[in-house]
């Protein structure tokens, strides 16, 4: 079945650009996590949806990233005003349940590179 | 939460079994102990996760030291598709809060040809 998908890709901004990251996480899957991941790092924690509610952006860095899933599916990840440090890949996962037994199913990334 | 350490990294001969190994002397009762891997320009990928018992699945083994101390993830046949970063983590159990995953750097596994 279909995974994880992300787009774009790939993504070049300019200093001080807005950027927006999509994310369309499983079918069916109530809990939606971003994670930023940084070269020769692991993924670190951002932000996590139950169904369209965010119930945790204590790893947001800083008021420039905001994340929304109105509907409960996709997912948008935006950057305002984008940092030489935000340069980074951006990983979306997602879970059928918010359960502790869950694991977590991640999309291939979205690498951006803010010159 | 309970941290994990594991080797930067480790290589291995082609079809040889590949031990990975992973301390976490913290660990409580509940922490369940997930392993992921990444492979080159991919999101992680879940391989196997444990909480007392040895596991198997398609993938790979997972044993579990008696005290909980560690755990080392065995993959019986390496190939050269299974060169990754591979990541052991701890999951607890929690009353509230969120069920994310807090990755270490994690090993990066090298399969020699």
């Known amino acids: 079945g279909a995974g994880v998908s992300q787009s774009p890709r790939y993504k070049v901004a300019k200093r001080g650009q807005d950027v927006a990251l999509r994310c369309d996480p499983i079918?069916?899957?109530?809990?939606l996590f971003w994670y930023q991941q940084a070269l020769g790092q692991g993924p670190e924690f951002l932000t996590y949806f139950q169904n369209e509610a965010q119930l945790d952006k204590s790893g947001l860095p800083s008021d420039r990233f905001f994340a929304e899933r109105p509907e409960g599916s996709v997912s948008t990840l935006k950057i305002q005003r984008t940092q030489q440090e935000d340069s980074a890949v951006y990983l979306c996962?997602?879970?059928?349940?918010?359960?502790?037994?869950?694991?977590?199913?991640f999309g291939p990334g979205t690498r951006l590179l803010v010159l | 939460d309970a941290k994990t350490t594991q080797p930067n990294s480790m290589e291995s001969n082609e079809e040889e079994p590949v031990h990975l190994p992973c301390n976490h002397s913290?660990?409580?009762?509940?922490?369940?102990i997930h392993w992921y891997r990444q492979l080159p320009s991919q999101g992680p990928e879940y391989v196997i996760h444990?909480?007392?018992s040895n596991v198997n699945n398609r993938m790979a083994s997972l044993a579990i030291a008696e005290d909980r101390k560690s755990s080392t993830l065995i993959l019986h046949r390496a190939t050269l598709r299974d060169a990754a970063v591979y990541y052991c983590?701890?999951?607890?159990?929690?009353?509230?809060?969120?069920?994310?995953?807090?990755f270490g750097t994690g090993t990066r596994l090298k399969v020699l040809a």
């Open positions: 079918s069916g899957h109530v809990s």
């Open positions: 996962a997602s879970s059928l349940t918010s359960g502790y037994q869950e694991t977590q199913y």
């Open positions: 444990g909480l007392t």
């Open positions: 983590i701890l999951r607890p159990l929690r009353t509230s809060g969120t069920y994310k995953y807090i």
């Open positions: 913290t660990i409580s009762g509940t922490d369940y």
